[in-house]
């Protein structure tokens, strides 16, 4: 098949680009507004970006009643934000924490998570999240696009603060990511989990090269 987005038809019951650019991670966010209300979203454009310093990304469309999302407005008037790592444990509280709510109802109520305090930033951590990443917001990207959600507010934050519950690091010292389990956006409504790895190594001797794959001190 063949079809050039927004001219001509694709001819599916359903739109197949989000289905085609799979794994996503999910960035499970969660703010605190201006008023002191605790936010938690997730959402499936999320991504890391440099290493020194780390950066990360997310991605929100306009909710249905054409506003900005909560969470981005969040990040932007207070400066900080939180991702929680979804996991396969907790896909049912990151499922629920996606309705879209009032700005004043508390999320990590509805899911049903407890709240964990940051170190660094305001808004709080989900407690049951294995990973954690404390982000001091750096700018917003707005992109137009078309319909009731079509434009998106891309948000960069620097990490400034890493959270690492230590049962999950393997005697190697690695990330056990069997054990995390964490899950993935893929289309329609379709999740996946991580249950197998493997590994392959770039060609060469080029240490500084491998150690940038390894994520070492000595990059």
């Not at 694709?10 to 507004?33: A, E, M």
């Not at 319909?147 to 400034?160: A, L, N, T």
């Not at 249950?195 to 240490?207: D, Q, T, V």
Request: net charge negative.
């Amino acid at each position: 098949m063949y079809y050039e987005p927004g001219k001509t038809q694709h001819g599916l019951p359903y739109d197949p680009f989000k289905s085609c650019v799979i794994p996503r991670p999910i960035g499970w966010i969660s703010t605190l507004s201006h008023d002191g209300v605790h936010n938690l979203a997730p959402f499936s454009q999320f991504q890391m970006l440099n290493f020194r310093p780390p950066y990360v990304l997310f991605s929100a469309g306009q909710n249905t009643h054409h506003h900005r999302k909560d969470t981005v407005v969040n990040a932007e008037r207070t400066g900080e934000f939180v991702w929680n790592m979804a996991t396969y444990d907790l896909r049912e509280a990151v499922n629920k924490s996606a309705e879209e709510v009032p700005p004043e109802v508390d999320e990590f109520d509805l899911a049903g998570v407890a709240k964990a305090p940051s170190r660094l930033v305001k808004p709080c951590r989900v407690a049951e999240s294995p990973v954690h990443f404390e982000c001091s917001y750096y700018q917003t990207v707005r992109l137009p696009g078309q319909g009731v959600i079509g434009s998106c507010d891309i948000i960069f934050g620097r990490v400034i603060a890493i959270h690492i519950k230590d049962e999950v690091i393997g005697k190697d010292g690695k990330l056990d990511v069997l054990k995390i389990r964490p899950i993935a956006r893929l289309g329609y409504h379709e999740y996946t989990s991580i249950e197998s790895i493997f590994e392959m190594i770039i060609p060469g001797n080029n240490r500084l090269a491998h150690a940038g794959m390894e994520g070492s001190s000595a990059s």
